[in-house]
């Protein structure tokens, strides 16, 4: 196994981990919404946190191609 291998698994449970995290936090998120429902600071911070969600798919998305 290389070094760069070694990092890269690495890497991929810490990423794995935090999306874990973030499942339950976005759960968490929606309990307190659910309390205060009348509240727009909860959309802003979705709204906020599927800009990021697109940006990080988006750059791990392969390149597609040319045709």
């Known amino acids: 196994m290389s070094a760069a ?3 890269y698994q690495e ?3 810490a990423v794995r981990h ?6 339950l936090s976005v759960e968490a998120h929606r309990l307190k919404q659910q ?4 509240d727009w600071g909860y959309v ?3 709204a906020h ?3 990021r ?4 798919v988006g750059f791990l998305r392969p390149v597609e191609e040319a045709a």
């Open 35 to 38: 309390a205060d429902p009348n």
């Open 53 to 56: 969600l697109k940006e990080v």
């Open 18 to 23: 935090l999306i874990a995290n973030m499942v």
């Open 11 to 13: 890497k991929h449970t």
């Open 5 to 7: 291998d070694e990092v």
């Open 44 to 46: 802003g911070d979705l």
């Open 49 to 51: 946190v599927e800009e």
